[in-house]
């Protein structure tokens, strides 16, 4: 059984970092793509970084130049390094496959809060 756990999340000052993580099992993660998503109230959930499984990178035109996305294949893990965070970055943020998402692989996500 897949099970995807995000931890990581807090309340931030604007300006200010965090850094998620997405630990996998049940998954062959190595080969997999995996990306992380977002959900603000309100909205969709939408696709804001992912990475193959050979390390090419995507970012979306809001986390580009403040996010970095990574993962540790011998940990089964995976991380995005947020950086000069927004009020607008305030979110649920999720981890799935890339650049395809699973609908059954939803976790509970880690919320994201960063105050003016």
């Known amino acids: 059984q897949v099970q995807l756990v995000e931890s990581g999340g807090g309340l931030v000052q604007a300006g200010g970092s965090l850094r998620l993580s997405c630990a996998a099992s049940?998954?062959?993660?190595?080969?997999?793509?995996m990306g992380w998503y977002r959900q603000s109230p309100g909205k969709q959930r939408e696709l804001i970084a992912g990475i193959t499984s050979g390390g090419g990178t995507y970012y979306a035109v809001s986390a580009k130049g403040r996010f970095t996305i990574s993962r540790d294949n011998a940990k089964n893990t995976m991380y995005l390094q947020m950086n000069s965070l927004k009020p607008d970055d305030t979110a649920v943020y999720f981890c799935?496959?890339?650049?395809?998402?699973?609908?059954?692989?939803w976790g509970r996500g880690t919320q994201v809060t960063v105050s003016s």
């Open positions: 799935n496959k890339f650049p395809q998402e699973v609908v059954t692989m």
């Open positions: 049940g998954i062959r993660f190595s080969i997999n793509g």
